[in-house]
Structures are given as structure tokens and as C-alpha cells.
């Protein structure tokens, strides 16, 4: 009988044998494409070289260390992105790959960025070469201790003094102190402020100003400017989040970003043409996210997948005396294998979604704003789902890890620390839900006086409510649970509780609800419109990539195959999750309901033959995912134990050549040696 640890091997090499697809076929996806996964691969291996980047003992050191060590790899990245020219896009694969918040990060994920999308050609011509050659070190400064979303409520003040031609930027109140934002508690030399602009005591809302920090030639703060690191924080350790006041801090006039609105030296203020243009780069973010979601997810998935295929536990199998793999358990499989199937469903979405801002930008160049709501609102209502289903369920793919999911060496905490800022950032999740409510209420209304009007695809079944009277008859078709995994009976299905949902919240409205008090609806219009328009894109999306030919190989059938049965289960799973909803108004029947909840069993068995499969066709590396227990070779007790020897803990200093731990003597020896008195148990009651 093999040792337990080679049990392990066997286990994943067996795993890997009844795998029914290549997975390599599959990594392509979840790297943009082919051309995009070699360059990728190239920058990762590019990494992997530099021991600057080693992750060996990340999981031991504080933030402090962290922080110092981040100093290094910010060098070394800008000098390999300037050596090898590398494209924002590879720069940006090059910082997910380091896998930790370098604290210049939002110089490039949010400054430039903004500064591109926002600053005139005039200043971009100036400020841009500085910019992009970190000779500007900037940040992104929009919230403040007493208000983020709120944007109408921010207090810092840009006021134009007509005489000296210059902007006075101030902080009146400890309030309006900026707070949260990324690169700038240490390293920032140049901040985009989001400030009120006031001209002659006129307000006109907050704008985005370039303002001098620190000084190019020593990296003091400026006169009037008050700079502090915000302090420790859930993740994104080695970042300096920082705090900042400004003191009457004066800038040019030309330092407001005149892209969308202008100041002239008179004073005249003449505003976008659009006034959600400005936050152009918001979208852009965005719109990153959902990729970042899913491949957070697939990350989640890769390990939690691995190390339950090698983890036996429980029921014993009388012929072979092995315990079961907990893989085989359907409680687990139930917890982790969804989480697969929305990582595809996003990063289909998130082709879609590039897909669409790429047309935007193309679109804006000639003026032509009509995809900007489109733009704005799939993107806010795509990263409020991914972000909180990629939270969510990270967290339940490491409760399934049992005991060593609670430790650092597992790998599914250090990342999982830094992704739950996203679900707060770029626009709150649940405040985003009510901008995607609202544009869709406004297309239902606009629908109704207007039933021949166009509307983008995603939002076409609005159509079905012009004639109310048709649409409370609707009922689902399937006459069977065969026909439920008809892809039009499900899409059909989604459309119209959203459909039905955008009704209840037009009814709350009419019937004198304050917007504030719809919250619920909001939340649960935005998540069914989000869930449609993500199973949508997971069917076409799969379609058109995998089911290419009239003649296929066995091998693109399989391929096909397995792709189609993670569709299921995303579908089934989805389904079951939201039942309620369809079943409140009588769209579904209690056993259409039933068909559903035996579907997401059956869903399940599909998929976990291919499931270690699944985990490989990520592509991720074992240096990437940094854990113990969802490396390749499955040796997951192993590298358990060989973590243990870098924990400083272990290490000279704290226990001395015969194994005594540091602080024996003088605190140790003298309890076991009866130096603290004897312990008298009192009955009820101490000495107190
Ligand atoms: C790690 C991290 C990094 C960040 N980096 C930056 C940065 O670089 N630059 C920057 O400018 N900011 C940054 N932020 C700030 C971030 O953008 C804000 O925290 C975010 O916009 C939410 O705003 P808030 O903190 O004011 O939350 P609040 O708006 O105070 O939200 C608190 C709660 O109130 C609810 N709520 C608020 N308003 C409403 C409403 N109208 N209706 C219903 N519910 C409501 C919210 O849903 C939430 O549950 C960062 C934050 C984090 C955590």
C-alpha cells in the first residue's frame, strides 16, 4: 500500500487520467487568447527569474517588512517594463503576477488612467511623458474621511483666484481630509484631486485637479500639504494607503483637467457635453475588475479543487481500506465546483464587456457618446455581481479546506485579503445596483410611451411588458427536465423575472416609495438583470468558440461537452440560488422547481469527473498560487511540512541549537518551577 503521501500523487495523476477534454485547450480563454497567453507566459517566467519577486516567506512578514520589500520590486518592475517596452496591457499582467499591492500601483491602475482619459492633449502633451516615465508618481485622490460615495458631498475646495490666474486647493475640516487612497501615504509625488470647484463663489461640483505632493528633488511634502500612511488595513498590505490635508495649497489654473470642462482666465466655466464623461476611467476600472474576479475565482478554485481530490477523509472503502476523497462528498463538490462555473460566466462577460468599452472608445473619438449609459451601466452592474460572487465564494472554497484552509500556506487567504477591497472600491457594490435600477426603469418607462423604440440587446425583453396584460400570463415552456436545459427556456425564464422585477419597483415608485426606500428592489432588479445578461453571454460565448465546426473531432466534441455541462451547472445553480423569484409569480411550477434543484445534482456529477481538469486549464503556475495545498503534483502534507521550516518561529533567535523556544527562562522555567505562587481555587468567587 503507498505511503499517504504518494497516495496524494496517485490520486491527482488518477484525477488527471479520467479527465474527459485537454485542459491545455482551455488556458487560451483565461489569458485574452493565444498571441496574449505567450507574451503572458514570457512576463511570468520573466518574474520567476528576478529574486526580488520570491514569495518564499511572504506569508510571514508584517507590514512594515512588507511594505520595504514592495520598494525593491517597484524598482526592478519599472526598470524590466522600460527595458522591454512593455504595453500597459503586459505591464499589467506583470504586476497581477507579482501578486502584491506594489505601492506605485495606482500610479498606473488609476492615475494615468484618469490623467489620460481626462487632461486635455495640451496637458497631456506636457504632463504625460512625466507620467508615464514615474518622474510623476501619482495617486488618485476622490474619497475623504467623511464621505466616498457621496461624490456630491465631498468638501475639499479648489476656489479660482482670478488674480494670480492659480487654483487655491484646501481641506476646511478633519472631515474633509482625503483618506483611502493607494500610493499616496509614501510614494506619491503628484495627486489627481477630486475637489468642488468654486469660481466667485459659484459651485460647480466636484472636479479633478493635478496637484504637486511632494518635491521632485528631495520627495519632501509641499508647503500646505500634510501627508500620513492611513495605518493597517483587511489586505493590500504592502500598499500605502494614505491620509492628506491640503492648507490653502496653491496650483496653476491649467492644472484642472480640461478634457470635458474648461476654465478660462476670466473665469468662464463651460461644462462636458456629457456629464457622465468624466468618469471615463472609472469604467475602465471597472471594467478590469470582472476579469480580475473570475481569475480570483479560478485561482480559488485551482486549489481548493487539487487539494480535495488528495484529501481522503471519512467513509472507508472496504476493498481498498482508502478513505473517500472529499471531492466525492456532494456537500463539497456543491461548495466548490459552482464557484468553477461562474468564473467561466465571467470571463465570458468579461469579453463582452471589453468588447463593448473598446467599441465605446472607439465610438467617442468621433463624438458619438450612445454607448456611454450602456458602457457605464453593464460595467457597475457586472463588477457589483463578479466582485461579491468572487468574494463570497472564495470564502466558501476555503471553509471547505477544513482546518488547513485556515492557514496562510494554504494560499487562499493572502489573495482573498486583497480582493475584498473590491466590492468597496470603484463604486460600492450595493450602491451600483441602483444605478443599473434606474437606467432599467428609465427604459421601461421610455417603452411604454415609445414601444417601437431601440434598445440594445441586453435590455430588449423590456419590450415584453408594453402589453402587461400578456406578460402575467407568461409561464415556463418546459414540459419536462430534459426541456429545461433548453438554453431559449432558460434565457426566456431569466428575462422575464427581471422583467417582473423592474415592474414591482416602477409599482413601489408610483405608489409613492422614496427611492431611498427601495434599496431591496434595487438590489435584487440589478443581480436578476446581471445574472440574465451573464448566463447570455456564457451560452453565446461557448457557442461560437467550441462549437465551431459541422464536422467535429472527438476532440472538440469533448472539448464542447464539458464546457456545456459547467454551463449547466452555472445555469442550474443560479437557478436554484434565486428560486423564490421564479416561482412567486407562478413563472415556474413546484415541480418545474424540483427539475431545477435534480439538475444542479446531476450538474454537479457531470462536471466532477473533468473537475481536477478544470483546475488545471487555468494555467496557473505553482510559484503563482503559493500554497501547499493546491500545487500540481498534489503533495499537499509535504509542502505542508516544508512550509513550516521558513516560519521565523523555527528559526535561530527564537529557539536556541536544543530546541528551546526564546523566553524560557525568564518566563517559562518560573512557572513550571512554581516561582508564581501557588494557584488557591476559591469556591464561586476570586479574590477581586
Ligand atoms: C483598499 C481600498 C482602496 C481604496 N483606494 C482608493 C483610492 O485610491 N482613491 C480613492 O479616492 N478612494 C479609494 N478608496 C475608497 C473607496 O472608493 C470608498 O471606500 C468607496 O467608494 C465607498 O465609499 P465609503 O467608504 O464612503 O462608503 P459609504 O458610502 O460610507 O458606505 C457605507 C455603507 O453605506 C451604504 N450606503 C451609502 N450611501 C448609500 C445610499 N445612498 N443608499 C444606500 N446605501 C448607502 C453603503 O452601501 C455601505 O454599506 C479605497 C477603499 C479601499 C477599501
Known amino acids: 500500500m503507498p505511503s499517504v503521501e504518494n497516495q496524494q500523487q496517485l490520486d491527482i495523476a488518477a484525477e488527471r487520467a479520467k479527465c474527459t477534454f485537454d485542459p491545455s485547450q482551455l488556458t487560451a480563454l483565461f489569458y485574452g487568447g493565444e498571441e496574449k497567453m505567450q507574451r503572458f507566459k514570457a512576463i511570468e ?26 520598494l525593491p520590486m517597484v524598482k526592478r518592475y519599472v526598470e524590466l517594463r522600460n527595458e522591454h517596452g512593455l504595453t500597459p496591457e503586459e505591464a499589467a499582467h ?8 506594489i505601492p506605485v500601483h495606482l500610479h498606473e491602475s488609476m492615475f494615468l488612467p484618469v490623467l489620460r482619459s481626462q487632461a486635455s492633449d495640451e496637458q497631456l502633451k506636457v504632463w504625460g ?34 488674480i494670480t490666474d492659480q487654483w487655491v486647493i484646501n481641506s476646511p475640516t478633519q472631515s474633509s481630509a482625503k483618506f483611502w487612497i493607494g500610493t499616496l501615504g509614501k510614494m506619491a509625488n503628484h495627486a489627481v484631486v477630486q475637489a468642488k470647484l468654486i469660481i466667485n463663489g459659484k459651485d460647480y461640483g466636484s472636479h479633478p485637479f493635478l496637484v504637486p505632493l511632494r518635491s521632485l528633488k528631495d520627495h519632501t511634502p509641499l508647503p500646505g500639504v500634510v501627508i500620513k500612511d492611513q495605518g493597517p488595513k483587511q ?17 496653476p489654473r491649467t492644472n484642472m483637467l480640461m478634457r470635458f470642462s474648461q476654465v478660462s482666465a476670466d473665469g468662464v466655466y463651460s461644462k462636458p457635453i456629457h456629464p457622465k464623461l468624466a468618469y471615463g476611467g472609472m469604467t475602465a476600472v471597472r471594467t478590469t475588475l470582472i476579469n480580475h474576479s473570475a481569475l480570483s475565482m479560478a485561482r480559488a478554485v485551482t486549489i481548493a479543487t487539487r487539494y480535495s481530490a488528495v484529501r481522503r477523509q471519512g467513509n472507508v472503502d472496504l476493498k481498498t481500506d482508502l478513505e473517500t476523497q472529499v471531492l466525492d462528498y456532494p456537500a463539497v463538490q456543491y461548495r466548490i465546483l459552482p464557484l468553477l462555473s461562474h468564473a467561466f460566466a465571467t470571463i465570458f462577460s468579461g469579453y463582452w464587456m471589453n468588447d463593448m468599452y473598446a467599441q465605446y472608445n472607439a465610438d467617442i473619438t468621433k463624438g458619438d457618446t450612445s454607448l456611454l449609459k450602456d458602457v457605464h ?56 445596483t441602483q444605478q ?72 413601489a415608485e408610483k405608489q409613492g416609495a422614496q427611492w431611498s426606500d427601495l434599496n431591496l428592489e434595487c438590489m435584487r432588479l440589478s443581480k436578476a438583470h446581471v445574472q440574465y445578461i451573464m448566463i447570455e453571454n456564457f451560452h453565446n460565448g461557448l457557442e ?13 466534441e469533448n472539448l464542447l461537452e464539458a464546457v456545456r455541462s459547467v454551463y449547466n451547472l452555472h445555469v442550474f445553480y443560479t437557478l436554484e440560488t434565486e428560486l423564490a423569484e421564479f416561482l412567486e409569480d407562478g413563472y415556474f411550477s413546484p415541480e418545474q422547481a424540483s427539475w431545477c434543484r435534480q439538475a444542479v445534482k446531476d450538474s454537479l456529477k457531470a462536471v466532477r469527473p473533468n473537475a481536477v481538469g478544470f483546475a488545471d486549464c487555468f494555467g ?49 522555567r518560573p512557572l513550571i518551577f512554581g516561582e508564581v505562587g501557588a494557584f488557591k481555587a476559591r469556591k464561586g468567587e476570586s479574590k477581586l
Open 45 to 70: 517566467a520573466m518574474v520567476d527569474r528576478e529574486p526580488v519577486f520570491d514569495r518564499t516567506d511572504r506569508y510571514f512578514l508584517g507590514r512594515t517588512e512588507r511594505f520595504k520589500r514592495a
Open 94 to 101: 506583470f504586476k497581477v503576477y507579482i501578486d502584491d499591492y
Open 129 to 162: 511623458p512625466h507620467a508615464e516615465n514615474y518622474h510623476y508618481i501619482g495617486c488618485y485622490a476622490q474619497t475623504e474621511l467623511g464621505h466616498g460615495s457621496a461624490l456630491s458631498r465631498l468638501e475639499t475646495t479648489a476656489t479660482l483666484d482670478l
Open 235 to 251: 489586505g493590500a498590505i504592502s500598499m500605502d494607503n494614505g491620509y492628506a490635508r491640503f492648507n490653502h495649497v496653491r496650483i
Open 377 to 432: 451601466v453593464y460595467s457597475s452592474g457586472l463588477k457589483s455581481y463578479c466582485t461579491k460572487l468572487a468574494a463570497d465564494g472564495i470564502e466558501e472554497a476555503r471553509r471547505c479546506l477544513g482546518g488547513h484552509g485556515f492557514s496562510l500556506f494554504s494560499g487562499m487567504i493572502d489573495f482573498h485579503r486583497q480582493f475584498l477591497a473590491t466590492v468597496t472600491y470603484e463604486g460600492e457594490n450595493v450602491l451600483l
Open 436 to 507: 443599473v435600477s434606474r437606467y432599467l426603469l428609465k427604459l421601461y418607462k421610455d417603452v411604454v410611451r415609445k414601444p417601437a423604440m431601440h434598445l440594445s440587446a441586453p435590455s430588449r425583453y423590456i419590450v415584453s411588458l408594453v402589453d402587461h396584460g400578456r406578460f402575467v400570463q407568461q409561464r415556463c415552456a418546459a414540459r419536462s427536465m430534459a426541456e429545461l436545459y433548453n438554453p431559449e427556456i432558460i434565457l426566456k425564464a431569466f428575462q422575464h423575472r427581471a422583467a417582473r422585477l423592474i415592474i414591482e419597483l416602477a409599482q
Open 544 to 556: 461560437k468558440r467550441y462549437n465551431t465546426s459541422s464536422n467535429p473531432t472527438s476532440t472538440q
Open 620 to 668: 496557473f503556475t505553482d510559484k503563482f498560487l503559493n500554497s501547499a495545498l493546491g500545487s500540481y503534483d498534489g503533495r499537499a502534507y509535504e509542502r505542508m511540512a516544508e512550509m513550516t521550516e521558513h516560519e521565523p518561529l523555527n528559526q535561530a533567535g527564537m529557539t536556541d541549537e536544543r530546541g528551546v523556544v526564546w523566553g524560557y527562562e525568564e518566563f517559562l
